[in-house]
């Protein structure tokens, strides 16, 4: 297990842009393949983008192509979700999760670990 902070939320309006922080404790991070979920009011939590341990091979979720770049930073034990062109349909509470497997990661598995979740606001 790792711990996971996320931070890097807030209101923004229809267009703007905002990037998320996930910092992870421990020295093995780069162990882990990385991901980002949001969950909004009244539905499911759903995967948003995942990264691979080294950071060489990226997935994400359709609507979020071309939007949304998910990066990480090995050295400071953090992975980032830049977000831009963002929607009000965005407006969630976006959660990072660490897993050693990027197939389990993607899945949302139980046995990841997960962060308490940031809240990001998107104003019509």
């Known amino acids: 297990q790792v711990q996971l902070v996320e931070s890097g939320g807030g209101l923004v309006q229809a267009g703007g842009s905002l990037r998320l922080s996930c910092a992870a404790d421990g020295r093995t991070f780069s162990s882990y393949a990385m991901a980002w979920f949001r969950q909004a009011p009244g539905k499911e939590r759903e995967f948003v983008a995942a990264?691979?341990?080294?950071?060489?091979?990226?997935y994400y979720r359709d609507p979020m192509k071309g939007r949304f770049t998910i990066s990480r930073d090995n050295a400071k034990n953090t992975v980032y979700l830049q977000m831009n062109s963002l929607k009000p349909e965005d407006t969630a509470v976006y959660y990072c999760a660490a897993n050693l497997g990027y197939s389990a990661v993607i899945a949302g598995s139980a046995e990841s670990s997960w962060g308490q979740g940031t809240q990001v606001t998107v104003s019509s």
């Open positions: 990264i691979t341990r080294s950071g060489g091979s990226t």
